[in-house]
């Protein structure tokens, strides 16, 4: 059963632009949502997260935005460089140890 | 160490044989995960330890996977008698307690082919 779903398998955007990266959940139970990047032959590197109290994060470039009513995420990366080309997980956890995962989406950074 | 080690990095295995996949932790990290990430999908959680207990193995897809920890550090995982099913990357993942809200550092998985 997956609980934590990335829609779009792919996302191409401008260098210079806004990438916006979507996450949808199902488990009303999770308190904390985490993105994590992760380039080829890597393992995944954590990017930035968010409680379940709040509904904005900010790290420099990236914001994290969470609609705890929609069960919706998302992650905004402003403005968009060629080192930002991975693929980013989303995922979400109901204690303090166990992550569930989305599928990923592919981000590819355009010249 | 100054990461996550996983060891081998890739392992092609016949079905039926059996495989061992290693991970050092980061030095004083007294939490260790194991995932795996199959072929078009997210990272599946297997087992979960705390020093050298595993308080959670309710990820471990069948009788045919073990993991143990040993002096609080390196950790195995074994499959037995593998089935083409079992290919994927495994991940392993260590942090300094059970604090997910700050991230885990992966290594850079086990490749494994089941043929």
């Known amino acids: 059963d997956q609980q934590v779903k990335q829609n779009s398998p792919s996302l191409s955007v401008q260098e210079g632009r806004i990438s916006i990266l979507n996450c949808d959940y199902t488990?009303?139970?999770?308190?904390?949502f985490l993105w994590y990047k992760k380039y080829p032959a890597e393992g995944p590197t954590f990017l930035i997260s968010?409680?379940?109290?709040?509904d904005k994060n900010e790290d420099g470039r990236f914001t994290v935005f969470l609609n705890k009513s929609a069960k919706h995420l998302s992650l905004h990366i402003v403005p968009s460089q060629p080192g930002d080309s991975a693929v980013y997980f989303c995922?979400?956890?109901?204690?303090?140890?166990?992550?569930?995962f989305g599928a990923g989406t592919t981000v590819t950074v355009r010249a | 160490g100054a990461g996550v080690s996983q060891s081998p990095s890739n392992k092609v295995t016949e079905k039926g044989k059996d495989v061992e996949l290693r991970c050092d932790p980061i030095?004083?990290?007294?939490?260790l995960y194991w995932y795996r990430q199959s072929l078009g999908q997210g990272l599946e959680f297997l087992i979960y330890?705390?020093?050298?207990?595993?308080?959670?193995k309710s990820g471990l897809p069948s009788d045919r996977f073990s993991a143990e920890r040993t002096g609080g550090s390196v950790s195995t995982l074994t499959i037995q008698r593998t089935q083409q099913e079992d290919s994927a990357v495994y991940l392993c993942?260590?942090?300094?307690?059970?604090?997910?809200?700050?991230?885990?550092?992966f290594g850079s998985g086990t490749r494994l082919t089941v043929v």
């Open positions: 968010i409680s379940s109290i709040k």
């Open positions: 330890f705390q020093g050298n207990s595993a308080p959670d």
């Open positions: 488990n009303s139970m999770f308190d904390y």
């Open positions: 030095s004083g990290h007294t939490a």
């Open positions: 995922a979400a956890a109901t204690n303090d140890y166990k992550l569930s």
């Open positions: 993942a260590s942090s300094n307690r059970g604090q997910v809200n700050y991230g885990y550092t």
